[in-house]
Structures are given as C-alpha cells and as structure tokens.
C-alpha cells in the first residue's frame, strides 16, 4: 500500500488544507458514530465532505485513507470498511445503476487492548445493548443464520422480551432495540414470498459475519453448551 503523505502530495493544495480536510473526515466519524450509536457511515457521505470544495476525482480516496491512518494512531480506532454482502430486492429493481461503491460503509471499531478499552473506554451504560446485540446474534447465528420473525421473537419471549414492550427497564422498546440491529448491519431484515403470503426473516449481516465477531459466537456457545453437558453429567453420577 503506498503512504497516504504521498498521496496526497499528488494534488495542488496546500498543506494545511489537506490537513483541514483530514480533520473534517476524522470529526465527521467520531461524531457520526456517537450520534447514531455506531451505525456505518456511509462513504457518500465521507466523500461530499471533500467534494463540497473540491472536484479533483482522486482527492477523496487518498483523504479519507489518510484520516484511516490519523484515527488508528491518534485514537486507536480502526475505520472498517463493510461491503453489502447481498443487494436487496428493492435495489436490484432500479436496475443495474447503483454501483458497489455506493453502497460502501465504514464502522469504527477499537484496536486497543481489551484491558484498556474496558478501563478507559468502554460505557457501562450500554453495557445493556451490548448484551442484547450478542444474544440476538447468537440466536441466529444457532438457527443456522436465518431465522422467521416469528421464531426469532418466540425465543426472545422465553428471556421475557416482548414485541410490545415499549417500556423495558433496560432496552426502553424492544421491537425498536431489535430494529437498531438492521440499521447497525448486524441483521439483514426481508420480507420472503411464500405458499401462505409473505414472511420476515433475518438473517446475519456483515458486522455478525466478521471472522472475530464469529468466533466470539462460536466460542460463548461452545462455553455453555460444555457447561450444560458437565451438568448433566454431574447429576447423572
């Protein structure tokens, strides 16, 4: 990969513009993902920070690379990039005008150690979510990746987690707790045609396909499912 100062070197603004423009970028993210409570950041949105200004067609690639740079050194952060790993049907009727650019996304995720992340980082306030996020996941991801709106709430209703409960002590409304997962691409939500009219699946997304999310997953599971059998061959003896 060539260096960003390079890069950036190739066009015909001052340094301390390149460096404004960086900056925008870097703003742009932290507050972005705070705002939305870590939903992608669409590369649009990114790229028309550069392009308010400036038309040079290379400019924001070689920008927002090196606010990549700037974020992982200064703040520990990692700007992800997340590809749609499918388009929805919506979209494919449009025709084939949208681009795969169009639909690239970024995430910010911390490269800090867990130690450190947990000491200085991390919001216990959220704590909550992120308990339901791993638990939704799993869910999934034990349906063998898709589930139907309806089983997935069955098995939500057995940890007492209603559809209709705007009012949850620690989630405030589910359905919409449950609705954040789709906008943060840790779900794809479809509705699917069949014999009996239509019905919603989701199904895991991007985020939850990430191989260290995954193995998260897999060994959480794995824990309890040890744990159980040890269980239940202590009360066998």
């Known amino acids: 990969m060539s260096t960003n100062a390079e890069d950036l070197s190739q066009f015909d603004i001052s340094d301390q513009e390149k460096d404004r423009l960086v900056a925008e970028v870097i703003r742009y993210v932290l507050f972005k993902t705070h705002q939305s409570s870590g939903c ?137 707790s449950l609705e954040a997962l789709v906008l943060q691409r840790y779900l794809h939500k479809d509705k699917v045609k069949g014999p009996e009219g239509n019905t919603v699946m989701y199904e895991l997304a991007e985020r939850a396909l990430d191989g260290e999310v995954s193995q998260k997953i897999k060994d959480y599971i794995s824990q309890i499912v040890n744990k159980d059998v040890g269980t239940v061959e202590l009360d066998d003896e």
């Open 40 to 176: 992608p950041i669409k590369r649009d949105e990114l790229t028309q920070i550069i392009t308010k200004n400036y038309r040079q067609r290379a400019l924001p690639a070689a920008v927002i690379d090196k606010a990549k740079e700037k974020l992982a050194s200064i703040f520990g952060y990692e700007l992800k990039e997340l590809q749609r790993t499918r388009t929805s049907t919506k979209n494919q009727t449009r025709g084939a005008q949208q681009s795969v650019a169009d639909m690239r996304s970024y995430i910010v995720i911390s490269q800090l150690p867990a130690n450190i992340y947990q000491k200085y980082v991390e919001d216990i306030s959220t704590a909550h979510l992120t308990g339901f996020t791993f638990v939704v996941v799993s869910i999934v991801h034990l349906a063998g990746g898709k589930i139907s709106e309806e089983n997935l709430w069955h098995h939500m209703r057995r940890m007492g987690l209603q559809e209709t409960d705007e009012n949850h002590p620690a989630l405030g409304n589910v359905k919409l």
